[in-house]
């Protein structure tokens, strides 16, 4: 079956400009959740969504960044006036729920470049 | 104390050898434990998960838990240079308000 799928696969972009990452998760899986991976570095939570639930925000880095979820459908992350330290792979994640037993799965990521 | 930690590596096998990884974790009430791999830059992959006490094989692979030393490993056996990636620990950590928290990882070099 489709697994996660996120697009762009890479987005350049000029420092000050918005840009919108998509991440379209596995069908039937409620939980949403957007990591960052700077170059060498390990993941950094961002924000995850369960079901119709208000998402948990509290790992968002600053107030340029916000992400929305239609349902339990496709997430898009927003980064308002990109700065240089933004370039990262962003990852998206989903799981069947939140459970503490629930496995995630990852799509392949974007690749964003400020300029 | 890091919540997850790993030794960063790289950890250097000869082909054909066991590989055994090692993570920690704080918070004694986690009750489920991932090993993901992920090759150089491509998204992690999910290898294992381990629930309970004791050793899961699952082919080349076993996941070991030790709760009580809040200790998990992942030994690959025979060991391939296809093996040669970075191994992440995830652990559900209940006093953070996130599903999962994963470590820095450690990098696997399979030497053939």
């Known amino acids: 079956g489709a697994g996660v799928s996120q697009s762009p696969s890479n987005k350049v972009t000029e420092k000050g400009k918005d840009v919108e990452l998509r991440c379209d998760p596995i069908?039937?899986?409620?939980?949403l959740y957007w990591y960052r991976q700077r170059l060498g570095q390990g993941l950094e939570f961002l924000i995850y969504?369960?079901?119709?639930?208000?998402?948990?925000k509290s790992g968002l880095p600053s107030d340029r960044f916000s992400a929305e979820r239609t349902g339990e459908s496709v997430s898009t992350l927003t980064i308002q006036r990109t700065q240089q330290e933004d370039s990262a792979v962003y990852l998206c994640?989903?799981?069947?729920?939140?459970?503490?037993?629930?496995?995630?799965?990852f799509g392949p990521g974007t690749r964003l470049t400020v300029l | 104390q890091k919540e997850v930690e790993q030794n960063s590596g790289p950890l250097s096998v000869p082909e054909g050898a066991i590989a055994s990884l090692n993570c920690t974790y704080s918070?004694?009430?986690?009750?489920?434990f991932f090993w993901y791999r992920q090759y150089s830059g491509k998204s992690p992959e999910l290898i294992m998960s381990i629930y309970s006490n004791g050793d899961k094989e699952d082919g080349r692979f076993t996941a070991q838990l030790n709760k009580a030393s809040q200790y998990v490993s992942l030994l690959i056996r025979d060991s391939q240079p296809s093996d040669s990636a970075t191994y992440l620990c995830a652990v559900n950590i209940l006093r953070i308000n996130t599903p999962l928290v994963f470590g820095k990882g450690t990098r696997l070099s399979v030497i053939a």
């Open positions: 994640a989903s799981s069947l729920g939140t459970d503490w037993y629930n496995e995630q799965f």
């Open positions: 069908s039937g899986h409620t939980a």
């Open positions: 969504f369960q079901g119709n639930s208000a998402p948990d």
């Open positions: 918070d004694r009430g986690s009750q489920s």
